[in-house]
């Protein structure tokens, strides 16, 4: 968990929305033709469900992909010197964080989003969870504030074959109008797992310099198949940036 900190996190843009498998077969198609390679292709349940199965790299890859799309100046790059885009290879990776191109938020930049202007509250909403609120696997009687009402997967979405994720957008949104902040997908973030959280400083933290022993990336969220403990504001996940589950996906952000 995220202990309780002071941490000043500048203004920024986040999407709405996680990145759709369609949202991302755009990019990707304008990418793989401009010079980009993957080493992943992405899949879903459906076009407007969350982009599953994209390791970290090919998520940051596309992000700066993005950005040249759009116009705008990417983020990562192979080199300390911010002069060669990250294009291919899952190699080190240095931001430009003065830029305003797309990147991943950091863990920072994730929580104060998340929590849609309330403070000490459970989940983007206030301290209780239900399946009208998000897509999560309830377990009523493991946790006094998973109020279900039944238990086991999201019955809206627990149809078909797996994976059972929501399409974008489908709960109502936080405080600050941002949907799916809690449930359906882990996200990715920038930052190397470390702690204490908030490093190598509050103002704007963007996590440890370099990988710790769990050679590990943070990951917000929660997820469709787990339960609503993983789905508060506070919760942290890590992984191995070379993972490709059917449970994380990701959404951008822009520095002002």
Known sequence: D??????????????????????????????????????????????????????????????????????????????????????????????????????????????????????????????????????????????SYDLGPYNGYNTNFNKGRFPYTSPVGFFAPNGYGLNDMAGNVLEWCWDWYGTPYGQPTTNNPTGPAAPGTDNARVLRGGVWNSNASTARCAYRYVLNPFSTPNDYGFRCVRGL
């Open 2 to 143: 995220a202990n309780p900190t002071d941490i000043t996190v500048s203004a920024f843009y986040m999407d709405t929305n996680l990145v759709s498998y369609s949202q991302w077969q755009t990019v990707y198609s304008w990418a793989t033709s401009h010079g980009y390679d993957f080493d992943y292709a992405g899949s879903a349940k459906a076009a407007d469900h969350p982009v599953l199965t994209v390791d970290w790299f090919d998520v940051v890859k596309w992000c700066n992909a993005r950005s040249q799309q759009a116009g705008l100046t990417p983020v990562y790059y192979t080199d300390a010197g911010l002069t060669q885009v990250y294009t291919n290879g899952e190699v080190t990776v240095y931001a430009y964080w003065a830029t305003n191109g797309f990147r991943l938020p950091t863990e920072a930049e994730w929580e104060k989003a998340a929590r849609g202007g309330l403070s000490g509250q459970r989940f983007p909403w206030g301290n209780t969870i239900s399946e009208s609120q998000a897509n999560y696997y309830a377990n009523t009687s493991g946790y």
